[in-house]
């Protein structure tokens, strides 16, 4: 019987020793792309409305500038180019994660089985 070890891990982005972004809130601001309503985006990332809503809070206050921006209280909101680039930047570095992960799940199998 062979035990297949998994090394994981999920990246997380600090600022100010506070969690800015993550992969529920990279969920969030890509479904906010797609249909700008919070309410069904929160809904389509699998996070319930108050915390969604407490995740834009909390990254547009984080942020150098707003990630995500709030159309006349209506429950809608416009991602800005800062925050597609902060997507797009997450995204990147979570590729290159998944990639070094690989690796080192290679490297930890060779060293428990020889």
Do not use: C
Not at 19 to 25: A, D, K, L, S, T
Not at 39 to 60: G, M, P, S
Request: proline content about 2%; glycine content about 6%.
């Amino acid at each position: 019987m062979e035990n297949k070890y998994n090394i994981g891990g999920q990246i997380w982005v600090q600022k100010d020793k506070g969690n800015f972004m993550g992969p529920g809130r990279i969920k969030l601001l890509e479904k906010l792309i797609i249909n700008s309503n919070l309410k069904i985006a929160a809904q389509d990332a699998d996070i319930e409305y108050d915390i969604a809503l407490k995740n834009i809070k909390a990254i547009n206050k984080i942020a150098n500038e707003p990630l995500a921006i709030e159309q006349e209280n209506q429950g809608t909101y416009i991602i800005t180019e800062y925050g597609k680039k902060i997507i797009k930047s997450y995204n990147k570095l979570k590729k290159e994660h998944e990639e070094l992960l690989i690796k080192i799940n290679k490297t930890f199998s060779v060293d428990i089985d020889s």
